[in-house]
């Protein structure tokens, strides 16, 4: 298995620049596994393809304004994001400038002192602030959008899903961004249970991988939690016959993370690095909604490793025939 075979052509036109409203009018592509027919729909029309007794699980994380503009001590401007909190103070980030070593002083306008106490690998750096940044925020955050939109968002709540909760994401958890709170109300009305997860998301998670070999790539930690009443809704599912259906691969592989080896699934809190790559068996998943992945991403890959490369790089090339909109603000995937 090599990283080239996850790639594939994408003319920038199909990345969509803003999103669609109402957010459930996006398109649904809808692929049955097991006999790799595909179906045209639109978002919210999801519904008819659930059974009573279903449950979806959904990542309430909540993307913080983790995008910071600083000053290095000699006036020199650089771009800080916020990646992972790991104390009260201490962050690690993505920051953008140079000779920014360990010991350098990092000046917010208008916010808190910081400093550079570690180099990590390539761009990444842990800072440490005199006091905590979150209360700052307002004043000196802004949304991280992906680097592939260009178009200015004029309203930042479309990058957060209507059920976010738990702040913590440098990026949303996409494939829910389709949900409104009315279909969330329909679809349980009809007998879908509604579970959630939270994965606090990282860049890494969307980033393209540079290695020939999928496993010599290291895929980075995020924090995740699966709480006790979400397990006992996963495990009444199961015995009762319905459908797991993760919201996402940031549920996928929370979920996934949650069961380990065992047959049950019970609460879990902590740090996940699983990578699911083609091969790998899913002890809890049953279907997925998820949107259209970068080329060698290990999101195509997950998502390959659930239904299948050759038919995954199909549905791409028939979406893209048909016109669907591609990456975060883009179209969805609902894979049964």
Aim: hydrophobic share 35%.
């Amino acid at each position: 298995m090599r990283t080239s075979d996850f790639d594939y052509n994408l003319p920038p036109e199909f990345i969509a620049q803003t999103p669609v409203e109402p957010r459930d009018s996006s398109r649904l592509l809808v692929m049955h596994r097991d006999t790799g027919i595909l179906e045209h729909s639109i978002f919210h029309k999801v519904g008819n393809y659930l059974h009573p007794g279903d449950l979806l699980v959904l990542n309430q994380t909540r993307v913080i304004p983790a995008r910071i503009f600083a000053r290095k001590s000699t006036g020199g401007r650089i771009e800080v994001l916020l990646l992972r909190r790991e104390d009260l103070l201490t962050w690690e980030c993505l920051v953008g400038g140079k000779g920014l070593s360990a010991g350098k002083a990092v000046v917010i306008e208008n916010g808190p002192s910081a400093e550079i106490t570690e180099v990590l690998e390539g761009s990444r750096r842990r800072i440490r602030f005199a006091e905590p940044i979150e209360p700052y925020f307002p004043k000196v955050g802004n949304v991280p959008l992906p680097p592939y939109i260009h178009e200015k968002l004029s309203n930042p709540d479309r990058y957060q899903t209507v059920y976010a909760h738990d702040p913590g994401s440098a990026a949303a958890p996409t494939a829910g961004l389709h949900f409104t709170t009315r279909l969330l109300d329909e679809l349980q009305s009809q007998g879908v249970g509604i579970a959630y997860v939270t994965l606090h998301v990282g860049l890494d998670t969307f980033a393209p991988i540079t290695e020939e070999r999928p496993e010599e790539h290291q895929i980075h930690t995020e924090w995740c939690q699966l709480p006790q009443e979400t397990a006992d809704a996963i495990n009444q599912t199961r015995r009762a016959g319905g459908r797991v259906i993760a919201i996402g691969t940031t549920s996928v592989r929370t979920l996934e993370s949650a069961v380990g080896g065992r047959d049950k699934i019970s609460s879990y809190t902590g740090n996940t690095n699983l990578y699911i790559t083609p091969g790998y068996t899913f002890k809890v998943v049953d279907g997925m909604v998820t949107n259209f992945h970068l080329p060698k991403s290990t999101l195509i890959m997950l998502v390959s490793a659930f239904a299948g490369r050759e038919r995954v790089l199909r549905a791409y090339e028939v979406a893209k025939v048909e016109h669907y909109r591609f990456y975060s603000f883009g179209d969805a995937m609902l894979i049964l």
